[in-house]
């Protein structure tokens, strides 16, 4: 098929590693889009293969369509050698196929231990025998080192033991197989390497795994062998070993990436945001955020670093309008800003690319039309007397879905079967498109590919070039050290220090993330 | 550490829950005890009363919770009481026989909790729309048919449970009853274990939250969501049985007055819970036996103020004592799988 493709295979034949799962020539198509176009792959015992590509280059699918949530439209699964018809995930499970998915299928409502059993469900006569299963529980909570609360309620739990929720949920089924979706997209540094622990470990015990990602350097760290897809194709399979993150990056977006964001030096101009004393208390009277000070000029990018969970949320909610501050003064071009009222706030040219795209940035249910003029529906020229202009909104949809480059089927596609980046550049185009003084992004690039960071990254700079005032929140240090000209830490709620990006190294804001002040 | 917070944070909660309520029980035995010591007949009578209002009540609460459990909002069960109380008054006209009654009264229950199921399944019609087509469907059709002027051969009668039925007090009024009432208090506790105790509990609950993370452990949603849409219905079916083989004895036009509905209040004031909804729907039986010996004690009072005792305690109930309840969050919107 390609030449990575048969000189790897080759390469790889005369290992011991039975071949436990293949799929071969997998089809799959959904209304206007081939999700899967002759997609083969074979997973090896006790392997970690690595399933790496952009937003909607069908890795999911590919997945759903082994897991029994999907069927395939052409092409057939062999397990262990012999031809085996997936028609639901019931059929995958009792195949001894586990799936961790992108968006976690638990019930925010059970406890650990009721999600465990859902499905499985150990019973002495009519009755659930919650017992036996907390004690299987223990047990494979033990001896693979995955530390739970059986009784902890799901909704309160960190995302982190989320996840730890759905790989003990997969054990409890008696994987063989153990597909794990973007599992690192939801989680801090510190938590992937964690994982990547739990995943060694099962790989020890015999579990082969398919690990889907789009974040080169874990792919090289924990991979054993490598698939890239782009566009519903395999289009490479390679190890560590062979390539580096240039090759994968490469083979992933299907031309040369780079990786490095080109930017000249700031040109600054006056203040357009000025944040003084800033306090929020939460429910329990703690400080989310406290008494923070900061200031955003015209042309420079302010990156705020911070672990997730140290009053980001808060603090971006309460400057875009979207939560109530307890004390303290927001200015956007001198001018006091009232407290609570996004629409004064977007009239005063404030954009705002929210953390949460799916609840925040877009209305689902709505077709793209409608997502790109959330802000400016009320006025001309989409809105005369009241009375929405639909040819001009439609009109707007397809100018900006050329513009910002939103891959969709057609501009009255509702917004949530669109991919990842694609929702994410929808929000970015309906924002930027707009007069704007001031850009408050939020993780704006969580949980995207290499193609949709690279485009969200220039936009971003495009912007401070323009002379517009950008404010970055984001807990990858990466992407804050590329991007900004000044660098403030946030921990607990405070900002602990603003550097010059040009002078502040890693090893400093590292040490600042965690709470340390240097002398 | 995470996890231990959450742990501390539970135990107390629970405690705090348990504290009020057994005040609360106390309070109310107490209560009920010092009246008895006053006037035994008229206490007896109350309480009596307060059973027969709370019976149609009950079921029709653990209709909507099998339903709403499962995710589908049935608003039908007003209709599927009605339909059923007059097909098993039909029964009894025509047969004479109560059992076959009581069966008709469950099996239309459960034919219209198939309809709706299918509307809302099968169709992914929007579920308060097919409620309020069985709703009109029976008002119709029941108004159509009924003709006055027939007779049955009787009503069902009440079966003292031995001794039981002699302990003074609680012996008249819990231990003297038709058999409806009896099945209505079994299948409190049945749906109670059947809900938090069994396999089927916990499929259920899980297609009422997220019917997608179930389909992925392999649970079949559509035939969990048809089974409990059924059930529910012969929980409403009996109720209407209730209506006119044990409680009035006769058929009118309407004569539900809204029962199907009160039983929705009754399953949210239970927090979607059978052990709390019987008791708020005895809560509405109390409410209403007062209102009724209000009027018998022929206070200067005009009596539509009296009568709408039930009603303004039920709100005050609702919007002071319980805390926000919450419905199954997948309630009301049709699955679909890819
Ligand atoms: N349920 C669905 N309905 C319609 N289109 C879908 C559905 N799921 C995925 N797609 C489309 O299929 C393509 C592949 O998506 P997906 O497998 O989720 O990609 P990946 O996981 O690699 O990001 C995308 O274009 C996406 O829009
Ligand atoms: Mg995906």
Redo the contacts between chains.
């Keep these: 098929m390609d030449n990575t493709y048969s000189k790897t295979a080759d390469a790889l034949m005369d290992t011991d590693k039975s071949v436990i799962l293949e799929a071969k020539h997998i089809y799959k198509t959904f209304p206007g889009t081939v999700a899967n176009d002759d997609v083969s792959l074979e997973l090896r015992k006790g392997e970690v293969l690595a399933l790496l590509g952009e937003n909607g280059a069908g890795k999911s699918t590919l997945m759903n369509v082994i ?1 029994g ?2 069927t395939q439209d052409k092409g057939e699964i062999f397990l262990n050698g012999e031809p085996y018809a997936i028609d ?3 059929d995958a ?1 009792n195949a001894g196929i586990g ?1 961790v ?1 992108q968006h976690f ?6 406890s650990v231990l ?2 465990m ?5 150990t ?1 002495k006569g ?3 025998n919650k017992k036996a299963a907390e004690a299987k529980l223990r047990d494979l909570s033990e001896s693979f080192g995955l ?3 059986p ?3 799901i909704e ?3 995302v982190g ?1 989320q996840q730890r929720v759905e790989i003990l949920k997969a054990l409890y089924r008696d994987v063989e197989i153990l597909i794990l979706d973007e599992p690192t997209a939801v989680l801090t540094p510190q938590e992937t390497e964690e994982l990547f622990k739990i995943m060694r470990r099962l790989t020890e015990r015999g579990v082969s795994i398919v690990f889907i990602t789009h974040k080169l350097k874990e792919v090289l760290a924990v991979a054993d062998r490598i698939i890239i897809m782009r566009r519903g194709k395999v289009v490479g399979t390679t190890t560590p070993a062979e390539t580096d993150e240039h090759g994968l990056a490469s083979m992933m977006v299907g031309r040369e990436v780079i990786l490095e964001v080109e930017k000249a030096p700031a040109q600054v101009g006056k203040v357009v945001l000025e944040i003084e004393h800033l306090n929020i208390h939460d429910n329990n009277q703690m400080h989310s955020v406290r008494d923070i000070s900061l200031s955003v000029r015209a042309g420079e990018v302010l990156g705020i670093a911070g672990v997730q969970g140290n009053g980001q949320s808060e603090f971006v909610e309460a400057i875009t309008g979207l939560r109530r501050y307890n004390s303290g003064e927001i200015r956007i071009d001198g001018k006091r800003m009232p407290q609570e009222k996004p629409r004064t706030l977007v009239e005063h040219g404030m954009a705002h690319i929210p953390e949460d795209r799916q609840k925040h940035g877009l209305v689902l249910q709505y077709p793209l039309t409608s997502n790109f003029v959330l802000c400016t529906y009320y006025r001309e020229p989409f809105s005369r007397h009241g009375i929405l202009n639909e040819n001009e909104i439609l009109r707007n949809a397809e100018e900006l879905m050329e513009r910002f480059d939103v891959r969709a089927p057609s501009p009255v596609t509702v917004a949530g079967d669109l991919s990842g980046g694609n929702q994410q550049k929808v929000i970015v185009g309906r924002e930027l498109s707009r007069e704007v003084s001031l850009v408050i992004a939020n993780q704006p690039t969580r949980g995207l590919d290499v193609g949709s960071i690279e485009y969200i990254h220039k936009t971003l700079i495009e912007m401070r070039d323009a002379g517009v005032g950008v404010l970055l929140v984001s807990s990858e240090l990466d992407e804050i050290m590329s991007i900004s000209d000044r660098i403030a830490v946030i921990y607990r709620g405070e900002i602990l220090a603003v550097l010059d990006a040009a002078e502040a190294s890693r090893e400093e804001i590292g040490l600042l993330m965690a709470g340390h002040i240097s002398e | 550490m995470i996890s231990k917070t959450v742990d501390k944070k539970r135990e107390l909660s629970i405690n705090w829950k348990l504290l009020r309520q057994v005040i609360l029980g106390l309070v109310i035995v107490a209560a009920i005890l010092f009246f008895n010591a006053r006037s035994p007949e008229k206490t007896s009578a109350v309480l009596s009363s307060t059973l027969r209002y709370a019976v149609p009540l009950i079921l029709g609460a653990l209709c909507g919770i099998f339903c709403e459990r499962a995710g589908i909002v049935n608003i039908g069960i007003e209709g599927q009481m009605l339909f059923s109380a007059f097909l098993s008054y039909m029964t009894n006209v025509w047969t004479g026989n109560l059992l076959l009654s009581l069966l008709v009264g469950m099996l239309t229950g459960a034919v219209l909790g198939l309809f709706l199921a299918f509307l809302s399944i099968k169709l992914k019609l929007n579920q308060t729309i097919g409620g309020t087509v069985i709703n009109i469907l029976a008002t119709g059709i029941t108004g159509y048919f009924y003709q006055t002027g027939l007779t049955t051969q009787g009503k069902l009668w009440n079966i003292p449970l031995g001794p039981l039925a002699k302990i003074p007090l609680i012996g008249p009024v819990l231990f003297n009853n038709p058999p409806i009432t009896y099945i209505a208090i079994l299948l409190v506790i049945f749906s109670q274990v059947l809900l938090f105790h069994t396999r089927w509990g916990l499929r259920t609950r899980a297609v009422g939250e997220h019917p997608r993370a179930a389909d992925t452990l392999g649970v079949d949603v559509f035939k969990i969501r048809y089974w409990n849409v059924i059930i529910g219905g012969v929980m409403a079916g009996l109720a209407g049985s209730f209506l006119t083989l044990e409680g009035v004895g006769m058929f009118e036009r309407g004569m539900t007055n809204g029962r199907g509905f009160i039983a929705l209040a009754v399953m949210i004031f239970g927090k979607w819970n059978p052990i709390s909804s019987a008791l708020a729907a005895l809560f509405f039986g109390f409410a209403n036996a007062m209102q009724i010996q209000l009027q018998f004690m022929g206070i200067q009072i005009p009596h539509q103020f009296v009568g709408m005792i039930p009603y303004l305690l039920t709100i005050i109930v609702v919007s002071g004592f319980v805390g926000r309840s919450r419905a199954p969050a997948a309630e009301g919107i049709p699955y679909e799988k890819e």
């Design positions: 897991y949530l999907y639901n995930p019931h499970i799936m998915h299928m638990l019930v925010p409502v059970f009721e999600n059993m859902l499905g499985a469900e019973t009519p009755f659930l530390e739970i609360d009784h902890a309620i309160e739990l960190p033991l």
